[in-house]
C-alpha cells in the first residue's frame, strides 16, 4: 500500500512484485525462506525511499547527501544502524518509539518482551518486541512520508558525529516524541491478536484481557444496551473483537509544524509558504 502511494510507473511495478510475493506466504513452511522472501520485498520497498526528497530552507547549506532519504542501509554499519542521512535518522527514531510502545504493550498482556521468535535473543534488546511491532510499521512509514513532505527543514535540526552518524536536535526529537500515542494505538490490536495465539495453543479456555484495546469491554456494553436474541448478541461481540484485531482503525494524524521555505522558520498559517515578506 505505501509502495503504491508513491505513484510512478516504478512504485506500481514494485507493488505488483511485492503483492506476488506475498501470495507466496502461506505455502513457505521454513523460517529461512520466509527470511528470504522478506528481504526480496524489501529491496523493492526501499529502492522506492531512496530519492524521496528531504526539504531545507534555502538560506541552509547542507550536505548533498542530506537531501534525500537515502539507501535504507547504512554505509558505516551495512545495515539501518547509525544512520547516515537526516531521513533515516527520522524514521530510526520513529521505529526506536514504536519498539518502546509495543514492549509496553507486551508487558500488558503478560509476554516477556525479551523472548524472540523471529529475531534473535540477544543480551539487552527486546527481541519479540521487534517481532510484534513489525505490522505496525506500515502507520509509521505513511505518517513518515507525509511529514517529509509539508516540512522544511534547518540545518539545526541534525547534527553529525565524527563517524557520519546523524543525529536530531533536541527540539526535533521532542516534535517526533509527540506522535507516540500513534503508534501505542497501532500496535496495541497487534499484540493482543499475538498474545491470543500463542494462548490458544496452551490454555485455549482462558480468557484473554483486551486492556489495550478495550475490545471485550466494548462488546459487553454493545450487549448490555441492545436486547438481541442470545445467540446473535455472542455473534455481534465476537464479530466486534474479530473487527478490532484484525482491522484497527487508522491512527489519526500529528499535526506538523510548517516552516519558512526561505529561513526554517515556524510559520502559523497552514496557507503560508513564507515568514515574512523579506523571506
Same mark, same amino acid.
Given at each position: ?6 505513484g ?6 514494485s =507493488? ?8 507466496t506466504? @502461506? ?5 529461512e525462506d520466509?527470511?528470504?522472501? @522478506? ?5 523493492? &520497498?526501499?529502492? /522506492? !525511499?531512496e530519492?524521496?526528497?528531504?526539504n531545507?530552507a ?5 550536505i548533498?547527501? !542530506? ?6 542501509l547504512?554505509p558505516l ?7 547516515a542521512?537526516?531521513?533515516?535518522a527520522? /524514521?530510526n &527514531?520513529? &521505529?526506536s518509539?514504536?519498539a518502546?510502545?509495543?514492549?509496553v504493550?507486551?508487558h500488558?498482556?503478560?509476554?516477556d518482551?525479551?523472548l ?5 535473543d540477544k543480551?539487552n534488546?527486546?527481541?519479540? *518486541? ?9 502507520d509509521?512509514?505513511? !505518517? /513518515?512520508?507525509?511529514f517529509?513532505k509539508?516540512?522544511?527543514?534547518? %540545518?539545526?535540526?541534525?547534527? @553529525? ?6 543525529r536530531l536536535?533536541i #527540539?526535533?526529537?521532542?516534535e517526533? *516524541?509527540?506522535?507516540? $500515542?500513534? !503508534?501505542?494505538?497501532?500496535v496495541a490490536? +497487534?499484540t493482543e491478536k499475538?498474545?491470543r /495465539?500463542l494462548?490458544?495453543? &496452551?490454555? $485455549?479456555? +482462558?480468557?484473554l $484481557? ?9 462488546a459487553?456494553?454493545?450487549?448490555q ?5 442470545e445467540? =446473535?448478541?455472542?455473534?455481534?461481540a465476537? #464479530?466486534i473483537?474479530?473487527r478490532? +484485531?484484525d482491522k484497527p ?5 500529528? %499535526?506538523?509544524?510548517?516552516?519558512c521555505a526561505?529561513?526554517g522558520k515556524?510559520i *502559523?498559517g497552514?496557507?503560508? %509558504?513564507?515568514? =515574512?515578506?523579506?523571506?
Open positions: 500500500r505505501v509502495a503504491r502511494s508513491f510512478t510507473q516504478m512504485a506500481i511495478a =507493488s505488483e512484485r511485492i503483492e506476488v510475493v506475498a501470495q506466504l @502461506e505455502a513457505v513452511d521454513s523460517l520466509l527470511r528470504s522472501l @522478506e528481504a526480496f520485498g524489501a529491496g523493492l &520497498y526501499w529502492a /522506492l !525511499w530519492q524521496v526528497p528531504v531545507f534555502r538560506r541552509e547549506r547542507v548533498p547527501r !542530506w537531501m534525500t532519504f537515502g539507501s535504507r547504512s554499519t551495512g545495515s539501518a544502524r547509525r544512520a542521512t537526516p531521513g533515516n527520522i /524514521l &527514531y520513529l &521505529y518509539m514504536l518502546s510502545e509495543t514492549t504493550a507486551l500488558v498482556v503478560g509476554l518482551p525479551g524472540g521468535i523471529l529475531h534473535a543480551v534488546r527486546h527481541s519479540v *518486541a521487534l517481532d510484534v511491532m513489525e505490522p505496525a510499521r506500515v509509521v512509514d505513511e !505518517w /513518515l512520508l507525509g517529509l509539508e516540512r522544511i527543514f534547518r %540545518k539545526i535540526d541534525f547534527g @553529525e558525529a565524527p563517524d557520519g552518524t546523524v536536535s #527540539s526535533l526529537a521532542h517526533l *516524541a509527540a506522535t507516540a $500515542p500513534l !503508534w501505542r494505538r497501532a490490536p +497487534v499475538v498474545a /495465539l494462548l490458544d495453543g &496452551y490454555r $485455549p479456555d +482462558v480468557k $484481557p483486551t486492556n489495550l484495546t478495550g475490545t471485550r469491554r466494548r459487553a456494553y454493545a450487549q444496551t441492545t436486547s438481541p436474541p445467540s =446473535s448478541t455472542i455473534a455481534s465476537v #464479530s473483537h474479530d478490532a +484485531v482503525a487508522p491512527a489519526p494524524r500529528v %499535526k506538523v509544524a510548517l516552516t526561505e529561513c515556524p *502559523a497552514r496557507q503560508k %509558504k513564507f515568514c =515574512s515578506k523579506e523571506c
